[in-house]
């Protein structure tokens, strides 16, 4: 049997997928209802299989390497962290939704992307304390 991709083949798509995973972190900086640490700590999990030289550099940056690091160190957000990153994350899909989104599709969009950072944000991170 034989091997779908080489060992080579695999670090160059991890760092694709790391670097897409990244770029969709640093949108959600931008973006109410995207994500930023799921996208961020996805990204670190690729460079740290693929490319320790971007690893390093993510977890230097000063901006996102605190998602990564503290994450890494308490394993998940706390309870508190995570109600406030909810309300803050509605908070501002509501306000852009409200008075800066014309369009119904695009207001549709923002609001399931609210849905599923929730979701994310509440259930998929693990609750620490």
């Not at 939704?97 to 399931?112: K, Q, W």
Request: proline share 2%; aromatic share 10%; with cysteine.
């Amino acid at each position: 049997m034989t091997k779908l991709f080489s060992f080579h083949e695999m670090k160059i798509l991890l760092i694709i997928f790391g670097s897409l995973s990244l770029g969709l972190g640093i949108i959600g900086i931008f973006v109410p209802g995207l994500p930023v640490t799921p996208f961020v700590l996805l990204a670190a999990g690729c460079y740290v299989r693929s490319s320790n030289r971007l690893y390093e550099k993510l977890i230097a940056n000063k901006l996102l390497g605190k998602y990564i690091v503290d994450f890494n160190e308490k394993k998940g957000m706390s309870r508190k962290a995570k109600i406030q990153a909810i309300v803050l994350m509605w908070t501002m899909i509501l306000l852009s939704t409200i008075f800066l989104i014309d369009n119904s599709t695009v207001r549709i969009v923002v609001l399931a992307l609210g849905v599923v950072g929730a979701v994310v944000v509440g259930f998929c991170v693990r609750t620490v304390e």
